[in-house]
């Protein structure tokens, strides 16, 4: 099982619908994913139209109350299972700090899951911070998405978030992080300034930027308010398209089958 942190510092970036609709689509594509809302938003866990209290996040598991099997939840969705998040898990900040091992506490519960073969990967929906929770997933996870807003302020974002892997790295709390990918969210091609802030970015990250890009819809925007995903809600529409194309240029870059796999 590979842990892929999706993060970004910067809020409103399409980092939590971009872990929603990949998750989807690659369980689409047949893979077994797990998807943790460590968002105290849970806008991860509304969107999937899941109901939770406090005892059913991830809260009580990093406070090493309870088992992190107990809390893997059914989406409703075929190869898709969730740990929920609730607000709740705001608390979990103050707590975790006061602990030598809080950034370890996420990864070591997580390789208690690769073992057993349950899923192929672990996708992370992280805070739109660079608190507690973001950084345990950091260090929890063996590769980072970015998701990058296609807009000049997204720069400065991944400027800082890149930093912020390196220290992970350099404390030793994950010296093995990769930046997996940079995902270009809410693409406008009619605008000359996200093409030009593509452009940039594939000039300073050619081998992580995604080929594929995320456009702006409607649809997207509005499909978690249906407590659906955008592969539900417009199933033919471009948003649906893009995510789709996504999953399978995250499995193209491991050599991965999706139908394949659906059919062993």
């Not at 057993?116 to 998405?145: H, K, Q, R, W, Y």
């Not at 300073?204 to 930027?209: A, D, K, V």
Request: proline content about 5%; hydrophobic content about 40%; charged content about 20%.
């Amino acid at each position: 099982m590979k842990v892929i942190a999706v993060g970004n510092q910067k809020g409103g970036v399409g980092k939590t619908t971009t872990a929603l609709n990949l998750s989807a689509a690659l369980a689409q594509l047949g893979q077994r994913i797990l998807l943790v809302d460590l968002d105290p938003q849970a806008n991860t866990t509304s969107g999937l139209g899941l109901e939770v209290d406090g005892e059913d996040s991830i809260y009580p598991v990093l406070l090493g109350h309870s088992d992190i099997r107990e809390k893997i939840r059914p989406s409703g969705r075929e190869h898709l299972s969730v740990i929920p998040s609730h607000m709740d898990l705001a608390g979990v900040e103050i707590e975790l700090a006061r602990g030598d091992d809080h950034l370890v506490r996420l990864r070591h519960h997580l390789q208690g899951l690769k073992p057993n073969d349950l899923f192929e990967f672990c996708i992370l929906d992280t805070p739109p911070s660079l608190g507690v929770l973001m950084t345990s997933a950091l260090a929890a996870a063996d590769e980072i998405m970015i998701p990058l807003q296609c807009e000049w302020f997204g720069l400065e974002g991944l400027a800082k978030i890149v930093h912020v892997i390196e220290q992970i790295r350099d404390s030793g709390a994950n010296p093995g992080l990769s930046l997996e990918g940079i995902v270009m969210t809410m693409f406008d091609g009619r605008t000359n300034l996200a093409k030009q802030v593509v452009e940039e970015v594939g000039n300073y990250f050619p081998e992580q930027l995604y080929k594929t890009v995320i456009p702006r819809t409607i649809r997207i925007g509005e499909a978690p308010s249906h407590a659906r995903t955008i592969l539900e809600h417009d199933p033919s529409g471009l948003g649906a398209k893009a995510y789709m194309d996504l999953a399978q240029e995250f499995l193209d870059r491991r050599s991965v089958s999706g139908p394949l796999l659906a059919q062993s």
